[in-house]
């Protein structure tokens, strides 16, 4: 099959210019190239890339109104299945899901379906046009969701439509879960974050914030205040720790501490925002996923003259986007492969100075299905560092688990829920995303989201548990 037209590039900011803002890094495609881009498909009769998303957008149709520059039409197409493109065409791993089953990558590149959704996204929001979806008939029964991080914002959407009063309880103070406190502005603009949240109180979505759900308030009290079913879209917020010598050493932030204060709390526009971030010279991240990208990309910003990350198994093995670890290497990340911490060592004032680490090396693939690090004896070393950030994943918070026992969960605590319908061993209880999965995509929990959507709808006409 012979490409006649490439698939396009998207412009982004000079890495020289970009690690000195927090900025957008990738800006989008022009109308021009987003045609040219769209003119790639091939209009399938049967789309395997509808397939390989998890929402099952229709990719098609809406890549087809943007041939004929009907790109409110195509946003529109979009949000029949997905109410939150413009974040959907930033994050998501389209390689590893709708543009990994385009035929055209068989022999060639895919179809930047990821950068496309994202176009007609941002074409909406720069046209100041809201086209509120059709809701169904008022049933005037009140269901609850807790989180507000994209499990929990596409349940409500889905639940909305189909005329249920819904309402948001979210933790922090401002909505969005991960993607307002996890991904950074240069990957994710808060504005898009905050306009999406929007989009849902426009469609009638109640949100309430600072509401520490199994705190200030408890699922059985939820239950008492009418509501005749909950979703829990908890996200995985707990940070792991490896458990080794030194790691309570000042100066080695948890990637969920150092991502919130980056993010939702601004650390980077102090003094404006009242939040220090310490940042030394020479910053070491543990971890070689998405959030490690993050983080040693957000040190650089800080002011770091040597962001480095530590992985312990090699570059092929590592599960953040290809895309992201490519912006990394653009923008003078190092990396050190096969080599895993042993010890952090600290100076005379308690604060990290180095890390003992030891080489790695591949043997037999483990339960990830990737190839298990194995220490080589006597290859210690230690890696004079100012700061180091832990990003080798997280767990579920157990607040609110802790006071609803009724909620069964697996060994390692998050819940145990129906994959096809999110329900749990509480009645009128369903579960979604990183909760009940561990840590996934933006997608992924969208689409157990949309699922629960469906299975809350079938359990309120039924009765049936």
């Known amino acids: 099959m012979k490409e006649k037209i490439p698939r396009q590039e998207m412009p982004k900011q000079s890495p020289n210019e ?64 997905n109410a939150l493109p413009a974040i959907c065409g930033r994050v998501c791993p389209q390689e590893e899901q709708c543009e990994k089953k385009c035929v055209l990558g068989v022999k060639g590149e895919p179809v930047a379906i990821g950068r496309l959704e994202r176009f007609v996204a941002d074409y909406e929001a720069k046209m100041g046009v809201v086209d509120i979806p059709k809701i169904e008939e008022e049933k005037n029964i009140k269901i609850a969701i807790v989180g507000s991080g994209p499990a929990g914002l596409t349940c409500a959407a889905d639940l909305r439509r189909m005329g249920y009063s819904v309402t948001i309880f979210e933790a922090l103070h401002k909505p969005g879960g991960v993607l307002i406190y996890g991904i950074p502005e240069f990957r994710l603009p808060k504005a898009i974050v905050e306009r999406e949240v929007d989009f849902l109180k426009k469609m009638g979505v109640e949100v309430k914030v600072n509401v520490v759900v199994g705190k200030t308030i408890t699922l059985y009290e939820i239950f008492e205040m009418g ?92 599960p953040a986007r290809e895309e992201e670890v490519l912006n990394a290497e653009e923008e003078g990340v190092k990396f050190h492969f096969l080599v895993n911490p042993k010890r952090f060592i600290g100076d005379e004032k308690g604060f990290v100075k180095g890390i003992e680490l030891i080489k790695m090396e591949l043997g037999e693939p483990d339960a990830s299905g990737r190839r298990k690090p194995i ?91």
């Open 18 to 81: 970009r690690i000195k803002n927090f900025n957008e890094v990738a800006l989008g495609y022009t109308e021009e190239l987003a045609l040219k881009e769209a003119s790639r498909c091939l209009q399938c009769p049967k789309p395997f890339c509808v397939e390989g998303c998890p929402v099952n957008i229709k990719i098609p149709e809406f890549i087809k109104l943007i041939k004929e520059k009907k790109y409110l039409e195509s946003v529109k197409k979009i949000k029949e299945d």
């Open 375 to 465: 220490p080589i004896v006597g290859s210690e070393f230690v890696l004079d560092v100012d700061n180091v950030v832990i990003a080798i994943g997280a767990g579920p918070n157990p607040l609110l688990l802790q006071e609803t026992p009724e909620i069964k969960r697996n060994k390692w605590g998050y819940i145990e829920a129906d994959f096809s319908t999110g329900k749990t061993s509480m009645k009128g209880v369903f579960a979604g995303g990183d909760i009940v999965t561990g840590e996934a995509t933006v997608i992924e929990a969208m689409g157990f989201g949309r699922r629960a959507a469906k299975a809350i709808d079938e359990y309120i006409k039924t009765g049936k548990w």
């Open 227 to 318: 509501y005749k079913a909950i979703f829990l879209g908890l996200g995985a917020g707990l940070p792991k720790f490896m458990g080794i010598e030194g790691e309570n050493l000042l100066g080695i932030y948890s990637a969920n501490e150092f991502l919130t204060r980056t993010n939702l709390m601004k650390a980077y526009l102090f003094p404006e925002y009242d939040t220090p971030i310490k940042v030394g010279k020479r910053v070491a991240v543990i971890g070689g996923g998405n959030v490690a990208m993050d983080a040693v990309r957000s040190a650089l910003r800080h002011g770091a003259e040597e962001a480095i990350i530590i992985y312990r198994r090699s570059r092929e093995e590592m």
